[in-house]
């Protein structure tokens, strides 16, 4: 199994698409019921003195066996039997450090060790028997004779044979599968050049012949998996971030029993529970509400900015947020048969249709591994013909095989994806598609989402001077008593302007509507128009109003805050000459207004999800090559049918899953960048094809003309991996 | 020459010395947190006495 995914590039989403989409909800209904240690994430430890801070702090915690802090994956792994999680959090705060509860079935790291531990294994049996067989065969090659080099070649023999057994396994098994379902990858050769390599050099010992190619075959298994490993080191280190983001989701539900609430694991929901939901929380599951008065927020399923209120009798989906005030939800659907399904039904269909990208290693190895093959058995013919000296054609073939082999082909992708992908990580982008980063390079046009992803969904207010003076005190205090996003954002206004809040009497906050308290004796009231009896006026914008008890009530307008970057973004994509299109759900004058202050001449508002997924497939009909970037449950199908997609880490999980790449950071200027650095990526990958083709070119016709030795194979091979590995490694800067 | 009966067995024997010492790091999963470890051996905290 675990060879199975070291190199199948292949093995993506599409067996199982209803997990794809509900990683978590498949997980956690797999891995139920085990009680694991707690894992914390600490997103800000990095040195020496965090280190001893967190693990003396929790090892002096009653209750708590034992800490060992990760500093690698930024995490604490505690065996406390009995304790929560919420319980350690405050204690890790307590001296200063975030903490994130992780739910340790979302992190599958185990596994992932075990194999990344395998190929390691491989690494150091093989790196110590090329070392032994190079000693030995520089003693040949400076001339040793007779008796002493069949001695040499001997020992080189029962060292080199094991090695290639179990060093080249991962080759074997994987040049097995090509040829048992009729292809010819990179391994078919390999395998090839490895077992002729080795049996050849036996035969030539048994007759004392002058060459043998043991260090070859043992330096071939060496450089190659140095490839290997390389390769699953970038997916292993975005695999286990991209599930770190999931993992700290830990999706949770109160549901509401004769006893009182209690938390249930989101999978076990089933419909006619019912559940409450906290002002400030995720709706876990599709339902009714049954009671309470709130206001909702859809931005992520729908584009819309602006809250909606919420009353008995609506129905919400899985994923809203709910703002102002706690609400019973009567479950109509919960795990994959909620919304997740109607999504997955999407992105199915959008991954089916989705063509099947083929790497720039899998092409070069199309037309390489026929050519390779075909060149080794024309010269074992040729000279088979020309001399009737099989042992001689055998040899030859085998020079042949040796020199072609695709020593460097294998370090020279991987390589580039290891320092592209580490130096985007750097920058806050994870890169969770092995062919991502070569999609990213072809990118023509680019289409953003606007909330959640040209903006924060954040509100700000547009302008605090229609709040008088003497009346801002007064603001701030019923600001700060609601917990509603519009509040949140006039008090943060407020504060900003050095403001101290007056003293409320009997302060309340009304659910749906909004927060009222007493004033020197004067109601006062901050919320919706209809409930301070003014007309809510112009849609383009959020407005909540606020009135002192006496005159009219003051509009406040609120506009969605601009992501960090997301100008610089938008105008270098444009100026690099790129396509730039913003297709929303959102109402058209507040998309109109956004793409105006971008600057995006093609914008579309009102847009639905399938409409969406729908523009993206017509772009790609026109043979454009799509950048989708989006966070919401309506981007999810588009994410999926474009070439290429990018979500930020605030996205919906489903939204995260479908696509190839995340933005770790709040910042959208990576995106720019990262379109660049694969362009870089993708001449550099060229260049290394090209110089190990170079090599090729001037090592094959020796081969081929029967005058290659094993140094010279050995030159051959190391001096075309180094060069390749160093051509890589300029991409770091 | 008959040196080199002596010789080459030697240093097989340790070169493989080396590698059951990789092998025993790898197994007692010290490649898991190399970040770590490097920061680890700063702190003062077991300099007097071994961590128990």
């Known amino acids: 199994m675990s060879d199975a995914t070291l190199h199948d590039h292949d093995a993506r989403l599409s067996a199982c698409p209803a997990c794809d989409a509900a990683p978590l909800a498949s997980r956690i209904a797999s891995a139920k019921g085990a009680q694991a240690d707690i894992i914390l994430s600490l997103p800000t430890i990095h040195c020496a003195t965090c280190i001893t801070d967190v693990e003396g702090v929790l090892n002096r915690h009653p209750g708590v066996k034992a800490a060992r802090v990760n500093l690698t994956l930024r995490r604490v792994t505690v065996d406390a039997p009995g304790m929560s999680a919420e319980e350690l959090i405050p204690v890790v705060e307590s001296i200063g450090y975030e903490a994130h509860e992780l739910d340790p079935a979302a992190l599958s790291a185990s596994a992932a060790d075990r194999q990344g531990r395998d190929i390691l294994m491989r690494i150091g049996v093989s790196g110590f028997a090329m070392m032994n067989i190079m000693i030995l065969s520089v003693a040949v090659w400076s001339g040793a004779e007779a008796a002493t080099r069949d001695m040499f070649h001997w020992i080189s023999g029962a060292i080199a044979l094991p090695t290639v057994a179990f060093a080249g396994r991962p080759f074997f098994s994987s040049a097995w599968r090509a040829i048992s379902h009729g292809r010819l990858g990179m391994d078919v050769p390999i395998s090839l050049a490895l077992i002729l390599a080795s049996s050849i050099s036996v035969y030539e010992t048994l007759n004392s012949g002058r060459h043998a190619y043991f260090d070859a075959a043992v330096m071939l298994c060496f450089f190659l998996l140095i490839g290997r490993y390389l390769d699953y080191r970038t997916r292993a280190v975005a695999r286990s971030a991209a599930e770190e983001l999931t993992a700290l989701e830990v999706p949770r539900a109160f549901r509401i029993t004769a006893a009182g609430d209690e938390p249930v694991p989101v999978s076990e929901l089933v419909p006619g529970d019912l559940i409450r939901i906290r002002p400030g929380a995720r709706v876990p599951a599709d339902g009714e509400i049954i009671d309470g008065m709130s206001e909702i927020d859809r931005s992520l399923l729908t584009g819309e900015s602006i809250p909606v209120a919420a009353a008995p009798g609506l129905a919400l989906s899985a994923g809203e947020v709910n703002l102002t005030g706690p609400l019973v939800l009567r479950v109509t659907a919960a795990g994959r048969d909620s919304s997740l399904a109607r999504l997955t039904a999407l992105v199915a269909a959008a991954e089916s249709a989705r063509g099947h990208y083929t790497s720039l290693a899998d092409r070069a190895s199309r037309l390489y591994s026929p050519l390779v093959h075909l060149m080794a058995f024309c010269s074992f013919l040729g000279w088979y013909l020309a001399t009737h000296d099989l042992r001689l054609a055998v040899n030859i073939a085998a020079a042949v095989l040796i020199i072609t082999c695709p020593c460097a082909l294998g370090l020279a992708v991987p390589a580039v994806i290891t320092t592209a992908s580490g130096r985007l990580f750097r920058r806050g982008m994870l890169i ?221 999980d489903a939204a995260r899953t479908a696509s190839d790449i995340v933005l770790v950071g709040s910042d959208l200027s990576p995106v720019a960048q990262s379109l660049t650095l694969a362009r870089q990526a993708r001449s550099r990958i060229k260049e290394n094809f090209a110089i190990s083709f170079l090599y090729n070119i001037v090592a094959v016709p020796i081969a081929i003309a029967g005058f290659a030795t094993p140094l010279m194979a050995a030159l051959a091979m190391s001096l075309s991996s180094i060069s390749v590995t160093l051509n890589a490694l300029r991409l770091r800067r | 020459m008959e040196i080199l009966g002596l010789l080459i067995p030697v240093s097989l024997a340790l070169g493989g010395l080396g590698l059951i010492a990789f092998i025993w790091a790898l197994r007692g999963r010290q490649y898991e947190d190399p970040k770590g470890d490097a920061e680890r051996i700063l702190s003062t905290e077991w300099d007097d006495r071994p961590k128990p």
């Not at chain 1, 026109?622 to 950048?627: A, F």
């Open chain 1, 432 to 652: 969770k598609e092995g062919t991502a980063l070569e999609r990213l390079a072809d990118v023509d046009t680019v289409v953003f989402d606007k909330t959640g992803t040209l903006t924060m969904g954040v509100p700000q207010l547009v302008s605090i001077n229609v709040i008088p003076v003497e009346a801002r005190p007064v603001a701030l205090a019923l600001a700060q008593g609601s917990g509603h996003p519009l509040s949140q954002a006039l008090a943060q206004a407020l504060v900003g302007a050095g403001t101290v809040p007056a003293p409320l009497a009997d302060l309340r906050e009304v659910p749906g509507y909004g927060i009222a308290g007493n004033w020197q004796g004067r109601e006062v009231r901050l919320g919706r128009a209809d409930w301070l009896g003014a007309e809510h006026g112009d849609a383009r914008l959020s407005a909540s109003w606020l009135s002192l008890g006496q005159g009219a009530p003051i509009r406040l307008e609120f506009s969605d805050r601009l992501r960090p970057g997301a100008g610089e973004c938008v105008s270098a994509i444009l100026a690099s000459g790129r396509r730039v299109l913003l297709l929303s759900g959102d109402a058209a004058p507040v998309v109109e207004d956004l793409a105006t202050r971008l600057g995006i001449a093609e914008w579309r508002a009102g847009v639905t999800p399938v409409e969406k997924a729908t523009a993206v497939h017509d772009l790609r009909e026109q043979g454009l090559h799509v950048l989708m970037v989006g966070d919401g449950l309506n981007d999810t199908a588009a994410l999926t049918e474009a070439h290429v997609s990018i979500s930020p880490a605030s996205a919906l």
